[in-house]
């Protein structure tokens, strides 16, 4: 996992004790996305919205990965969030990487 955007510090001393996961090819990010996000934090202390760096059932079409890393970026605006790009595309991978950053959170 490369994280483009951090998170501010978490206030637990190991990490976030709830995390949202947020994948998805965000082609492009929108405001629903955000709301999602935003209305997450109301049962998460962080979201991470995950980008996968390979689709697993389609190829990229549109924007690039980059493009989309710095879509993302650009409207993740909430200290609470962070960008993430994951090495594959399925959600149980995602979340097998999000726990090696983040030992003892709840996904």
Sequence with gaps: MEFFLRAA???FPTGPHKLGVFPGTFNPPTNAHLALAEAALAHVDEVIFTLPKS???KPYDGAT???RVEMLT???GNSAFSVAGASAGLFLEIAQECRAHYPGAEL
């Design 9 to 11: 510090p978490s206030p």
């Design 55 to 57: 689709l697993p059932h």
């Design 65 to 67: 990965f980059d493009e």
């Design 74 to 76: 650009a409207i993740a």
